[in-house]
């Protein structure tokens, strides 16, 4: 290690790296959502380099050519999933940091390497002799040169030994984004971890061996000169870059001067929450390495997801998160942690890493209490899933098996919450696998059956190669700028444009007709894209030239859609007249739709401020849809919301509505925004520039970044009427609500019902609870009144049949068909039997509302030999129903009530031949 460990805290070496690039012109950009933002072959983002990718492909331009982050990584899924090696090892995690700095077309490997060289050595103070570095050489294809660029400017860092430089090819020293694209070689820097880690082991051409236990690498430098066109065509790109990342972890563990991530300060006081919950020794804590390493990380990382908006749920993200969870507590029953218990290490976390990663504090009680819920959903099934388990590997061992099906793993998951990862870890104890791969193929299976594999969707390149190629031609003609369709949907309701391009099927024309589908692109456009929950505008296109009086042509809109960055498409359908491009025209809104939508969306801000009153700061936006005809919020809440809870929010958010405050729109840095109190909304990308809606003035109580459109007071927004409350997922509810004209209506509809219902009630409107209470109350009366009556009339038919009971012994044996009006006086009747006679036997049928209904009734000194349930169970077939009961009684009911008469003999003739007649 280190000779002279830092005393430098995780939190400052993250905070000194992001110094030194500022201090060296990069602008700092915080870090991304751990959900990746429109990229769907991503189920999380796993290096710094995520958030840049557009910008490397060229489809994003930044207001910055330096930049510096620490990005919040998962590798828990695809080609990077480090969850077997998670506890196992003293470097693997599912959640990290990956510290890094970029170029996009500025310095290159020159500046790329001294600045590394500077910060490691001078700032940081590695020892140099320590340091070993690695460059390109195409040992595998001899197809690119090597690259004796960047080796010689390592040989020009100062302190640097020349011998401590090697070559390497494709798999360790060249970097590529995909299959095709930019690309290029990478320079990897190694630290010599020292003769406490063995000796240093050599390759068979005598070059030091990097990859055994002795070192470790630090920071990987990529540099980006190549744009890859097929699987040996490599071109040079117009402008380099950079592309760097550094494990937060790794550099803090060889600067604090131990040899495990688990020992850094960035673990440390997670593991020490952990022993004091446990009430264990330093002693046993060590020997309980496994399951402290995999409870830190686990919780970690599941304090990073919520914080982002991914909830514990059944599928992609959320199941990720709900199996660390659930992975964390089955380790944690391993050291005697069987309550819930992981939100007093969560609360760590979010003590530790909100100064830095703010969405921490700032949601620290919904992530205590989602990780707290789904611990509680676990464990009142982990008993059974692991005893059923249990009972499984017991058959595979038997039967000399050594592998679980896939299907039995995902029946497992499905009806006993088992994730597959917390299977194949109980497996792995008994020298067992499961078959992933058919476990994969089953959950996509009941993904299809249940219609929900649907909405994985394809991205259809085709179609994306379609609008980059329309883009680039408009861009080069200057149709467009060069950042594409100017956008403003705040401005205007219509605004005067060019149409500068007709789709039809995804083809450029020139003209459409009448009754087209079309595409249509304008040089700026005032239509509202769908986003953040808000659907698109609709409207019309029409030409500025009037011909007789109207418009030559009209495309009716009734979506607004961005196939790529840039490129606004306005969809819709040819009515009237021949459209062609090059035509001035007006975009014109629906200007009544849009209000509606305005209404709506000022709205759900307003119910967000209000449940979070009501309920407490633990509610976040989980999901939204804003339509013109209503409106949809989700939101994180583990409990049904009572009535009286319901309605404070309703009172609130009307209240809100009356006081007219003003809706205030601001265009702010991200930064300013947040420090300034923002809310930004869970999974949401911000650009540095946000716009914030604010309601409430100096003192706002709503306070949110938003892009939708809204209304300009809070008094446009009319009356909001909550419809249901239901719930959404796990920790997830959902609020369905109406505003403005809708609500209108919806309350003169209601009224007009009530009016009529008080009509007919003969009393008034404010008097018809009370008129319909009092009607409950006198039908309640008579049905009383008429049940007394029908079992007296039951009692009465009775005593008639009491006489035609006989008496076989010391026994009475009667069965009878009777009139009565449902089973529970059938059972009364038997009773009253029972207890009127000392010894016997009792059958009786009847029918109601056209099924047949049968009793038996055995006092308790003949049921050694006669049983209740075993006349039933006989007599039952008869009537084609079945039926069973203790022995003193049972019950049954039927379909065929013209068997009545004969079950009752067959009952008849049953009992006398028990009883010997």
């Not at 012109?25 to 991503?42: A, G, I, N, Y």
């Not at 690498?217 to 980006?224: A, D, H, I």
């Not at 997670?270 to 020997?287: F, N, P, T, V, W």
């Amino acid at each position: 290690m280190t000779e002279t460990p830092t005393n430098l805290t995780g939190a400052e070496i993250r905070k000194q790296f992001i110094e030194f690039f500022e201090e060296n012109s990069h602008t700092f950009v915080p870090s991304s959502s751990l959900v990746p933002k429109d990229d769907p072959t991503l189920l999380f983002t796993n290096s710094g380099m995520v958030q840049f990718k557009n910008v490397f492909l060229g489809t994003e331009n930044r207001p910055y050519t330096r930049a510096a982050n620490s990005q919040k990584c998962m590798r828990v899924a695809g080609k990077h999933n480090d969850l077997d090696d998670v506890g196992r090892d003293d470097t693997h995690h599912t959640f990290f940091e990956m510290l890094g700095n970029w170029s996009f077309g500025d310095y290159y490997k020159e500046h790329a390497i001294q600045m590394a060289w500077q910060l490691l050595t001078q700032v940081w103070g590695l020892p140099k002799e320590r340091l070993y570095a690695t460059v390109f050489k195409d040992v595998e294809k001899g197809q690119l040169p090597q690259d004796d660029e960047a080796a010689n400017i390592w040989y020009q860092q100062p302190g640097f030994h020349k011998d401590q430089l090697l070559y390497l090819g494709r798999k360790d020293n060249f970097w590529e984004m995909a299959d095709r694209g930019p690309c290029g070689p990478c320079s990897e820097i190694h630290f010599d971890l020292g003769e406490e880690f063995g000796p240093l082991t050599y390759l068979d051409d005598g070059r030091v061996d990097l990859d055994g236990a002795r070192f470790v690498e630090l920071w990987n430098l990529v540099f980006m000169q190549y744009n890859r066109t097929g699987e040996n065509d490599f071109e040079p790109l117009p402008a380099t870059h950079v592309d760097t990342g550094m494990g937060l972890e790794r550099i803090v563990s060889v600067l604090q001067g131990v040899y495990s991530n688990y020992k850094t300060d960035l673990f440390t006081p997670m593991m020490d929450k952990i022993q004091e919950l446990a009430g264990h020794s330093a002693a046993e804590r060590a020997e309980n390495n496994t399951p402290y390493r995999v409870i830190a990380d686990h919780v970690r990382g599941a304090a990073f997801l919520i914080g982002d908006g991914v909830l514990p749920g059944a599928t992609g993200q959320s199941y990720v998160c709900r199996m660390i969870i659930r992975r964390a507590s089955r380790f944690a029953a391993k050291i005697g942690l069987d309550k819930p218990f992981m939100a007093h290490v969560a609360a760590v976390t979010a003590d530790e890493y909100g100064g830095h990663y703010t969405q921490l504090k700032n949601n620290k009680a919904l992530i205590l209490s989602a990780i707290t819920a789904e611990e509680e959903r676990f464990l009142s099934t982990l008993e059974s899933a692991t005893a059923q388990l249990g009972t499984i590997v017991a058959d595979l061992e038997a039967a000399g098996k050594t592998e679980l099906d896939g299907a039995t793993a995902f029946d497992l998951y499905s009806t006993h919450g088992l994730p597959v990862e917390i299977t194949r870890d109980i497996l792995e104890e008994h020298n067992l696998t499961v078959d992933e791969v058919g476990f994969h193929e089953a959950v996509l299976q009941h993904s299809l059956a249940s219609g929900k594999g649907k909405a994985l969707g394809v991205i259809d390149t085709n179609r994306q190669a379609v609008f980059n190629s329309v883009l680039s031609e408009l861009v080069e003609n200057n149709q467009v700028p060069a950042e594409g369709v100017a956008y403003d949907p705040y401005a205007a309701l219509e605004v005067e444009t060019t149409l500068v391009a007709l789709l039809k099927d995804d083809v450029v024309v020139d003209s459409v007709s009448v009754g087209d589908k079309v595409e249509v692109v304008l040089a700026k456009t005032p239509f509202y894209v769908a986003s953040g929950g808000q659907l698109s505008d609709s409207g019309s296109i029409i030409p500025t030239a009037v011909t007789n009086g109207a418009p030559a042509w009209e495309i009716r809109i009734t979506e607004t859609m961005r196939p790529v960055n840039g490129l606004i498409t306005h969809v819709g359908e040819v009515v009237s007249g021949a459209p062609q491009t090059g035509a001035a025209v007006w975009a014109v809104i629906d200007d009544e739709r849009r209000w509606d939508l305005m209404r709506n969306h000022t709205a759900t801000h307003l119910l967000h401020a209000e449940l979070q009153a009501v309920l407490g700061d633990h509610v976040r936006q989980a999901g939204s849809l804003v339509a013109p005809d209503r409106l949809r919020f989700d939101f994180t809440h583990n409990n049904m919301l009572t009535q009286d809870e319901l309605a404070q929010i309703t009172k609130r958010v009307n209240e809100a509505v009356l006081a007219n405050h003003a809706v205030d729109i601001a265009y702010k840095t991200q930064d300013e925004a947040i420090a300034d109190g923002a809310t930004a909304l869970f999974g949401e990308k911000y650009g540095d520039i946000v716009r914030t809606v604010k309601i409430g003035g100096d003192t706002p109580f709503s306070y949110e970044l938003c892009g939708g459109t809204h209304v300009p007071t809070t008094a446009d927004i009319g009356a909001v009427i909550i419809l249901s409350e239901t719930s959404a997922a796990a920790g997830i509810r959902r609020v369905e609500a109406i505003s403005g004209r809708r609500a209108q209506e919806y309350v003169q509809s209601n009224l007009a019902v009530l009016n009529s219902a008080a009509a007919y009630l003969h009393t008034n409107a404010d008097q018809l609870d009370k008129k319909v209470l009092d009607l409950l109350q006198e039908r309640d009366a008579l049905k009383k009144k008429i049940a007394e009556s029908e079992k007296a009339n039951a009692l009465g038919q009775l005593e008639a049949v009491f006489s035609k009971a006989e008496k076989i012994g010391e026994a009475a044996v009667l069965t009878a068909r009777v009139e009565v009006p449902d089973a529970k006086v059938l059972r009364d009747l038997t009773d009253k039997f029972r207890q009127s006679t000392g010894s016997g036997v009792i059958v009786l049928g009847t029918v109601v509302k056209g099924r047949p209904s049968l009793i038996a009734a055995v006092t308790k000194d003949l049921i050694g030999t006669v049983k209740a349930g075993d006349i039933i169970k006989t007599i039952a077939k008869t009537i084609g129903g079945g039926g069973g009961g203790k022995p003193t009684m049972a019950q049954a009911g039927g379909k065929d009530a013209s068997k009545l008469d004969q079950a009752l003999q067959e009952a008849n003739d049953l009992v006398k031949g028990l009883l010997g007649s």
